[in-house]
């Protein structure tokens, strides 16, 4: 206890760089786009999911659309538009990468 006491700018630059290393990796993540179709005859959300669900579960797919859409149920209707999720991993701030050769 006498070391941190003695000590305490060492804690608060410790404490500091925690919460740095924190906020940085915290600008890497998941950024949730979307696309916009017109429903043709013939699609399903099923359809739909196989093509454009990416990594994303079909199920959890689905239900993002559903939930995003608004819509009632899983019935979808020709001539209908519709938001579609779309996730991507993104770098949020370049300005980390400015040293790096690519």
């Given at each position: 206890?006498?070391?941190?006491?003695?000590n305490s700018y060492v804690v608060l630059i410790i404490v500091l760089c925690m919460g740095f290393a924190i906020?940085?990796?915290?600008?890497?993540?998941?950024?949730?786009?979307?696309?916009?179709?017109?429903?043709?005859?013939?699609?399903?959300?099923?359809?739909?999911a196989n093509h454009h669900s990416e990594n994303m579960s079909?199920?959890?797919?689905?239900?993002?659309?559903?939930?995003?859409?608004?819509?009632?149920?899983?019935?979808?209707?020709?001539?209908?538009?519709?938001?579609?999720?779309?996730?991507?991993?993104?770098?949020?701030?370049?300005?980390?990468?400015?040293?790096?050769?690519?």
């Open positions: 206890m006498n070391f941190i006491k003695n906020i940085g990796s915290s600008k890497y993540g998941n950024e949730q786009t979307v696309t916009k179709i017109t429903i043709s005859e013939g699609d399903t959300l099923w359809g739909l079909a199920d959890k797919w689905i239900k993002e659309v559903i939930k995003l859409n608004d819509l009632p149920s899983a019935t979808i209707k020709k001539g209908e538009d519709l938001l579609l999720p779309a996730v991507r991993a993104v770098e949020k701030n370049n300005t980390l990468l400015a040293g790096v050769n690519r």
